[in-house]
């Protein structure tokens, strides 16, 4: 596996369709469709992936973390995340329980009720 590639990620303005860019290792594209395109910090295959950037465009951060590979071909599999222009390690998330979107709670669905224990007769 090649060096881990620590940044600096940042993300390339103006640029919103592959079709114009291929992503060097470090450049964000932040793509239209809402997906960002990068390189993976370990293996620098190319990663599409659905994620928020926050902060600057010179100094991104994601909102999560990126699996290698989970979109498209399997690559390494690493886990990272980029802060501050920065990409780290990430761990895995934890399978969490999944809150309802807004379309379903309007829609009439509620999450499962907590059990409650019965109250104490009088
Ligand atoms: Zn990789």
Redesign the pocket.
């Known amino acids: 596996m090649a060096e881990w590639f620590k940044g600096p990620y940042f993300v390339l303005e103006g640029v919103v369709r592959l079709a114009v860019k291929r992503p060097a290792r470090g450049e964000i594209i932040a793509h239209d469709s809402g997906a960002v395109v990068l390189r993976?910090?370990?293996?620098?295959?190319i990663?599409f992936a659905r994620a928020n950037i926050l902060n600057s465009p010179k100094t991104p951060t994601l909102d999560r973390a990126i699996q290698?590979?989970s979109g498209h071909c399997k690559?390494?599999?690493?886990w990272f995340t980029i802060r501050n222009g920065e990409a780290f390690p990430a761990e895995a998330p934890e399978k969490k329980e999944v809150a309802l979107p807004d379309k379903l709670k309007k829609a009439g669905v509620h999450p499962q009720p907590e059990l409650k224990l019965k109250p104490k007769a009088e």
């Open positions: 993976c910090p370990a293996c620098a295959a990663q290698c590979g690559r390494c599999g690493v």
